[in-house]
């Protein structure tokens, strides 16, 4: 994956990149500089596990806040909640397509399911299908204990897999070929 490009010691912008032949035309010594798509989707899930780490406090408040009658004061953390979970969903989906491999059907070291990011998606849409149906209904006890309970347990597990992903891409990365991925 390239990273960055640099023409006689310049990075080229994003507007010069649209167009490289022309950006490079003239340059005498053109820089490109790379970096394993397996280290980055590796960093990536590490990423994505930590902010699961810092959601899991969230959560609990947004669920404190609604349990307490609180529900205007709760939505702006409600909104944080689910913009995490969305970027698990798109590390775990972009991750995929980067190393052209379907994570959700892998056997994880150290996890009992057999396929862990399978289980746990399922799981996950399921929990979210719930707060969605709470929060048309405006059923606030519902959203709370949704939060509160079924959410929290899924970020932990989710952080698990999440670590464990992170070591198996790091730990079979390299080129086609290599024992990496095919």
């Not at 596990?49 to 959560?59: F, H, Y």
């Not at 709760?74 to 995490?84: H, I, K, P």
């Not at 056997?107 to 996950?124: F, N, Q, S």
């Not at 204990?145 to 952080?159: E, P, S």
């Amino acid at each position: 994956m390239i990273v960055d490009i640099l023409a006689d010691g310049r990075r080229l912008s994003d507007q010069e990149l649209q167009d490289p032949l022309r950006a490079l035309a003239g340059a005498g010594l053109v820089e490109i500089t790379s970096a394993s798509p397996y280290a980055m989707v590796a960093q990536s899930l590490s990423s994505a596990s930590e902010a699961l780490e810092s959601v899991i406090g969230r959560q609990q408040e947004v669920a404190e806040r609604i349990h307490a009658g609180n529900t205007e004061s709760a939505l702006d953390g409600l909104r944080e909640v689910l913009t995490t979970w969305q970027l698990v969903r798109d590390v775990i989906e972009r991750g995929g397509a980067v190393l052209e491999t379907d994570f959700s059907g892998l056997h994880l070291p150290g996890i009992d399911a057999a396929r862990p990011v399978e289980t746990a998606t399922a799981a996950l849409s399921s929990v979210l299908s719930n707060l969605m149906d709470g929060l048309t209904r405006e059923d606030w006890s519902q959203v709370g204990d949704v939060m509160a309970y079924d959410l929290d347990a899924l970020a932990k597990d989710w952080r698990t897999i999440l670590r464990a992903l992170a070591e198996h891409v790091a730990s079979s990365g390299g080129p086609p070929g290599s024992g990496g991925y095919p």
